[in-house]
């Protein structure tokens, strides 16, 4: 299978995500100050970064992929997806093991796209 396909296939969940968070910034993020207690203006900031490394890390992803260029880019986008999927899977989702599950076999994916990076 083309590493294209595969790559579009691992993101998709990012990009969708990212989309589903850039509609709903506000409440997303007293959510992420529920679990964690951090200002709201904090949790706002980090939501927004969690937004842009979604969308624009995953077109990284893929442009590196389908060009050859942006290298170190991509790597460097593909680590922050890891980072935020094992934060994701602590904060939110350790009491629902299908949600860990999913999460584990995200971070292979990852973990894949890496190495052919």
């Known amino acids: 299978m083309n ?17 589903e968070k850039l509609f709903n910034v506000t409440s997303n993020a007293k959510v992420l100050q529920s679990k964690i207690g951090a200002p709201l203006v904090l949790c ?16 990284l992803v893929v442009y590196s992929l389908s060009t050859g260029s942006k290298k170190k880019l991509a790597k460097l986008s593909i680590i922050g ?21 999913k999460n584990l076999s995200v971070i292979g994916g990852l973990t894949l796209l890496y190495d052919r990076l």
């Open 81 to 101: 997806l890891y980072v935020f999927t094992v934060l994701a899977t602590l904060l939110f989702h350790m009491s629902e093991p299908s949600q860990i599950l």
């Open 3 to 19: 590493i294209l396909l595969q790559s579009l296939m691992v993101l998709l969940l990012f990009v969708f995500s990212g989309g």
């Open 44 to 59: 706002t900031l980090a939501i927004l970064g969690v937004i842009i490394l979604e969308l624009v890390g995953s077109g």
